[in-house]
T-cell receptor, first 116, second 117 residues
């Protein structure tokens, strides 16, 4: 499978617990993005990496959220002390940076988080 | 102000007919890209078509074409010969290049398309 892979696909957790999601991008892609999508809305940008460097973080990414991409390949997104408002679909995408040429981002199937 | 506006309510189209999904955008960046994605019920975002702000021709990809009107800041998606499998949410998105963020996509709220047999 050469697409973007996300695990797990679904996660149910109790409020206050920590959760971690994993994203494996397309292998030659140097950019990796995390988005959050709530019901009836479009995806909202959370953060992105160029190789292992985290270059931009949205204000949506509170201090309970942390993302890593330690070797410039897969990435993890951790949410500490989950709240019900964190319930959403978390989407990962990757793309190949070619300077100023716009390139499309390819998305994974997402991880649906439900906080109860 | 919203950067991407998709205001149509749920859209319905008869199988084999064409349908236009509207998108308007707002940016002061002269260099930007516009994208359309399809999201079926499975949740995956599927890239459909891309239009660059400096592209002279409207983009086309198979049954998808983009009606790009730069002065009006609109980038409508046209789907020709609709198929039942086209039923999904459709999102318009923009990437602004010169803001120093040749990076994130900003999405609209999406439009639900239902294709009737």
């Amino acid at each position: 499978d050469t697409g973007v892979s996300q695990n797990p696909r679904h996660k149910i957790t109790k409020r206050g617990q920590n959760v971690t999601f994993r994203c494996d991008p397309i292998s030659e892609h140097n950019r990796l993005y995390w988005y959050r999508q709530t019901l009836g809305q479009g995806p909202e940008f959370l953060t992105y990496f160029q190789n292992e460097a985290q270059l931009e973080k949205s204000r949506l990414l509170s201090d309970r959220f942390s993302a890593e991409r330690p070797k410039g390949s897969f990435s993890t997104l951790e949410i500490q002390r989950t709240e019900q408002g964190d319930s959403a679909m978390y989407l990962c995408a990757s793309s190949l940076d070619q300077g100023h040429k716009n390139t499309e981002a390819f998305f994974g199937q997402g991880t649906r988080l439900t906080v109860v | 102000a919203q950067k991407i506006t998709q205001t149509q309510p749920g859209m319905f189209v008869q199988e084999k007919e064409a349908v236009t999904l509207d998108c308007t955008y707002d940016t002061s960046d002269p260099s930007y890209g516009l994208f359309w994605y399809k999201q079926p019920s499975s949740g995956e975002m599927i890239f459909l078509i891309y239009q660059g702000s400096y592209d002279q021709q409207n983009a086309t990809e198979g049954r998808y074409s983009l009606n790009f009107q730069k002065a009006r800041k609109s980038a409508n998606l046209v789907i020709s010969a609709s198929q039942l499998g086209d039923s999904a949410m459709y999102f318009c998105a923009m990437r602004e290049v010169n803001t120093g963020a040749n990076s994130k996509l900003t999405f609209g709220k999406g439009i639900t398309l239902s294709v009737r047999p």
